[in-house]
């Protein structure tokens, strides 16, 4: 038999700070409410990897336990992301688009090109 374990603590995800905030707002934590009278001891995210586990049931076994997680809806945050994501699929549109190109001269000389046309 053979494991491997691994844990997580806790886990808290900062948004961006408002203009008259001094902290960032929390968008996510594992310290929320605890469930059961043994939760305080476990830790946010546990994960268990056996093979050849000794109950002879299965080759090989994950396990994973997960708390809960505590989450707060921040309206500039979501607004923020949202304005990223539309960014990175723009861009992913347009490397598809410049794609056949790029292969076709080589991304030197794709740069090259690109550089002199932007140049006022």
Not at 88 to 116: K, Q
Request: charged share 15%.
């Amino acid at each position: 038999m053979c494991s491997v374990q691994a844990s997580l603590q806790s886990l808290s995800v900062s948004g961006l700070p408002e203009l008259d905030a001094t902290q960032p707002p929390t968008l996510a934590s594992s310290q929320g409410e605890t469930v059961g009278p043994a939760a305080a001891d476990k830790s946010f995210v546990d994960v268990l990897f056996e093979t050849n586990p000794l109950d002879g049931a299965c080759d090989t076994r994950i396990r994973l336990s997960v708390q809960p997680l505590e989450t707060t809806f921040h309206a500039v945050c979501i607004k923020h992301f949202l304005v990223v994501a539309v960014v990175i699929a723009l861009n992913v549109t347009a490397m598809s688009v410049f794609w056949p190109t790029i292969c076709r001269i080589g991304p030197d000389s794709f740069l090259a090109r690109y550089h002199e046309s932007s140049i006022p």
